[in-house]
């Protein structure tokens, strides 16, 4: 049985301090800011770091995100938890289609219909407690996702 997810997109990690925690990427491991933005109804401002270009035309990053709200999900899961590994992001060609078929296989997603993810993707996320204790995410990249533009 072939997956319908064909690559890792990104891997979303807490922090408390966006720029602090993009130089360490950079002075560790030189990992480069590849985008940046804001997304207001997630609550978070993120980075992108591009990590490698993956088989099915997308690629894998990991995705930096500090809350901007005390009510967001990150910020949320940050008191609990503190700063670290949030959620693993799949990336799928068709994420409602893929959505519709692990939702049939009884597990949960958190949107009805997929919303606005980084660099115009579209998005959809599955609840950690019926996934093994995992937050997933479901991306399907924007078809002009990989030129590195600055959003807002
Ligand atoms: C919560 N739980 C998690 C978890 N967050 N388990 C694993 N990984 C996580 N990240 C567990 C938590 O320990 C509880 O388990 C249970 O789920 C309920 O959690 P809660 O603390 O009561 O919080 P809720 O239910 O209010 O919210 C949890 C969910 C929420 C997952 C529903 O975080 C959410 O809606 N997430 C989706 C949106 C999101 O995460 N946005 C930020 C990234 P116990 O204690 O009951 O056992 S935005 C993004 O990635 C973008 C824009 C992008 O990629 O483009
Ligand atoms: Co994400």
């Given amino acids: ?7 890792i997109d990104h891997i ?15 002075s560790t491991y030189g990992f480069e800011v ?30 930096i ?8 999900a ?3 899961w940050m008191a609990k938890n503190g700063e670290g590994v949030h959620h693993i992001a799949f990336g799928t060609a068709d994420v ?14 958190l949107y009805e219909q997929p919303r606005r993810g980084s660099m115009g993707s579209t998005i959809n996320f599955l609840h950690p407690k019926d996934a093994h204790g995992v937050l997933v995410e479901l991306v399907q990249a924007a078809d002009d996702a990989h030129d590195g533009h600055d959003g807002h």
Avoid: W
């Avoid at 979303?12 to 950079?26: P, S």
């Fill in 65 to 72: 995100l500090e809350p901007i709200r005390e009510d967001s």
């Fill in 96 to 109: 409602v289609t893929t959505t519709d078929a692990i939702v049939g296989k009884g597990i949960r997603s």
């Fill in 1 to 7: 049985m072939s997956s319908p997810l064909t690559r």
């Fill in 74 to 76: 990150i910020a949320k």
């Fill in 12 to 26: 979303g990690i807490a922090c408390h301090d966006l720029d602090a925690t993009v130089d360490f990427y950079r």
């Fill in 34 to 63: 590849f985008h940046t933005e804001t997304n207001d109804e997630q609550g978070v401002r993120e980075a992108m770091l591009k990590i490698n270009d993956t088989g099915d035309g997308g690629a894998s990053y990991l995705q």
